[in-house]
């Protein structure tokens, strides 16, 4: 259920300012962003998995809070992200 370390490294270049930047508000989205997904397709083959259910609603409201800030401190930025990664919002 974990994210490779190629996935990471991919999703950091792509959405970090460099290679090497994990912080940034985009970054962190983008991984969250990841983990559901992944969590999504388990959830398709194991749907009594209560425990992990409760793992990624956490995950969704860290998310959630991540974008509410980013939207707050840079709309443009929080459209083009959205629009990258296909959220709903």
Known sequence: MSLTKE???ELIEK?????E???SIEAQI????ERIKTLNEHFLQHP???SSRRGLLK???RRKHLLAYLNKKDHEAYKK?????NIRR
């Open 15 to 19: 959405f970090g300012k460099n290679a």
């Open 30 to 33: 983008a991984l969250l962003t």
């Open 21 to 23: 930047d994990t912080g």
């Open 48 to 50: 009594k998995d209560h």
């Open 81 to 85: 992200l959205i629009g990258e990664l």
């Open 7 to 9: 996935i990471k490294q």
């Open 59 to 61: 995950l969704v409201s």
